[in-house]
């Protein structure tokens, strides 16, 4: 079958070719919806990074404390319950259970449930690594901030947590890249993302093969463009002695 990427260039309303593939607000080409779409897609994927990121921290830190066993398993509950629901399932409860049960949330738009439950579902995985990045590192590094007059939390903050991250930036890597595969369930509560532009759009135009195609490699595109800047970051904070897999603190 030939290809007529020329389908981007038509009107979404009339089916007309427009010239310079580029329409308007009020009538949009393909082209427009799918970068409208992408946008929506990023912004989703950034902001549910965001929240991991935050969330993540706090219950993998919880996870560590010394001699607060009610703050750990606090963290095990977390971690296991957002971990063991599916992702499609989280985001029906929080689009449709969560505002049912909590009055304020039924003001609140569809982008930001979908952030809370895809935010929330990588936090789990996020906080597993903060864990082990914490665990990983000798003790004495804890003892010697607490020698030093430092607070707990003051320790975790300048001493352990700055070691961990540069520790497990490369999983870390791995979850923010699925994070952006898991945004295309976005579409389940009609969110504008790739995945609902590609169903739609191939329904109006019939051609699956070029804008699946064209999804495919947008999809791509985000993901290496979070691995590039997160493999910078990596590269930039890399502890001297340790990369290679060579220990030396």
Same mark, same amino acid.
């Given at each position: 079958m030939a290809? &007529?990427?020329?389908? #981007?260039? $038509?009107?979404?309303?009339?089916? &007309?070719?427009?010239? %310079?593939?580029? !329409?308007? =607000?009020? &009538?949009?080409?393909?082209?427009?919806?799918? *970068?409208? *779409? /992408?946008? /929506?897609t990023s912004a989703v994927s950034l902001s549910a990074l965001l929240l991991a990121l935050a969330?993540?921290?706090v219950?993998?830190?919880? $996870?560590?404390?010394?001699?607060?066993?009610? /703050?750990?398993?606090?963290?095990?509950?977390?971690?296991?319950? #957002?971990r063991g629901i599916p992702l499609l399932v989280q985001i029906f409860l929080w689009y449709h259970v969560a505002p049912a049960l909590i009055g304020p949330m039924k003001s609140l738009p569809? #982008?930001?449930?979908?952030?809370?439950?895809? %935010?929330?579902?990588? =936090?789990?995985?996020?906080?597993?690594?903060?864990r082990s990045g914490i665990e990983s590192l000798p003790r004495g590094q804890r003892q010697a901030g607490l020698a030093l007059g430092l607070t707990q939390w003051q320790t975790y903050r300048h001493v352990l947590l700055p070691m961990?991250? $540069? +520790? +497990?930036?490369?999983?870390?890597? =791995?979850? =923010?890249?699925?994070?952006?595969?898991?945004? *295309?369930?976005?579409?389940?509560?009609s969110i504008p993302e790739l995945t609902q532009f590609a169903m739609q759009a191939t329904e109006e135009t019939s051609r699956p093969v070029e804008v699946y195609l064209a999804v495919t490699a947008l999809y791509i595109v985000t993901a290496v463009?979070?691995?590039?800047?997160?493999?910078?970051?990596?590269?930039?904070? $890399?502890?001297? !002695?340790? *990369?290679? %897999?060579?220990? %030396?603190?």
């Open positions: 290809m &007529d990427w020329e389908v #981007f260039c $038509r009107d979404t309303l009339t089916g &007309d070719l427009v010239s %310079g593939c580029l !329409g308007t =607000s009020r &009538d949009p080409t393909y082209l427009n919806w799918v *970068a409208s *779409a /992408w946008g /929506w969330a993540g921290s219950i993998g830190v919880l $996870r560590t404390l010394p001699n607060n066993p009610g /703050w750990a398993r606090f963290g095990n509950v977390w971690v296991e319950l #957002f569809p #982008f930001v449930l979908v952030m809370l439950a895809l %935010g929330f579902f990588t =936090s789990a995985r996020f906080a597993e690594q903060v961990a991250y $540069r +520790i +497990i930036l490369p999983p870390l890597t =791995s979850e =923010s890249m699925n994070l952006i595969k898991n945004s *295309a369930a976005a579409f389940a509560v463009a979070v691995y590039l800047a997160l493999h910078w970051v990596e590269r930039r904070s $890399r502890v001297p !002695g340790f *990369a290679g %897999g060579k220990k %030396g603190y």
